[in-house]
């Protein structure tokens, strides 16, 4: 049982190119999440899904796009990479949404916009 | 918005010895459920203890317990017989009662000393 899979590890963009950062949990949770982490702070919220086909932004949703075609996968797309987007990211998922349903969290990709 | 604040930065405790991080949250909901992380040096976010805000009792786990003041709105994490394994970010959580809003404090890094 993988859990929650992220690819890459670590990955550096130039201003301006466009990437996705994949995501994939084999536990059959409907609730999925991606998150970013400066550094010295905290998680924010970027976006979340329900299941798949609906998706909804959290708390910095800007400069991001996400799908959710099946309920395994959930990437999250980067078009015109900034420096300002530089940061950990992290997936998650959850089998409900509330807090008696744990977030299971990747391991993060790192991402570096220079 | 539901804010955390965690006020300590850093924190250092002897091996064996125990060590409290401190958490406060503003929100205006009755209901919601408050969380404290550990992140290790592997940046795997690891659930350590959760907290639903309708039940008065303290939860606790194993050596960690919290002590939960809901007027106060205050939230601390104590952490007994600290060991080496220990060491990590802390980070703070609060959940609102739709599960659908997430927000975390910005850590504290605690390390313990042989």
């Known amino acids: 049982n993988a859990g929650v899979t992220q690819t890459p590890k670590f990955r550096i963009l130039k201003i301006g190119q466009s990437m996705t950062l994949q995501c994939t949990q084999d536990m059959n949770h409907n609730y999925m999440y991606w998150y970013r982490q400066d550094p010295g702070m905290g998680l924010k919220l970027i976006y979340y899904s329900v299941g798949a086909g609906i998706t909804d932004k959290g708390e910095v949703p800007n400069g991001y796009n996400v799908s959710r075609s099946t309920t395994e996968d959930f990437p999250l797309r980067l078009e015109l990479a900034a420096p300002s987007q530089t940061s950990v990211y992290f997936c998650?998922?959850?089998?409900?949404?509330?807090?008696?349903?744990?977030?299971?969290f990747g391991n993060g990709t790192r991402l570096t916009v220079t | 918005a539901q804010t955390v604040t965690q006020s300590q930065p850093e924190m250092s405790v002897q091996e064996a010895e125990t060590v409290t991080l401190s958490c406060t949250y503003d929100?205006?909901?009755?209901?919601?459920?408050l969380f404290w992380y550990k992140q290790p040096p592997s940046r795997q976010m690891i659930l350590v203890i959760r907290q639903e805000a309708y039940k008065q009792q303290n939860a606790t786990e194993n050596r960690f317990s919290v002590n939960f003041q809901k007027a106060a709105k205050s939230f601390s994490l104590k952490i007994s017989d600290s060991q080496l394994g220990d060491t990590a970010m802390y980070f703070c959580?609060?959940?609102?009662?739709?599960?659908?809003?997430?927000?975390f404090g910005a850590g504290t890094r605690l390390t313990v000393k042989p």
């Open positions: 929100t205006s909901e009755s209901n919601y459920y």
């Open positions: 959580a609060f959940m609102n009662s739709l599960g659908n809003d997430m927000r």
């Open positions: 998650a998922s959850s089998y409900k949404l509330s807090g008696n349903s744990p977030l299971h």
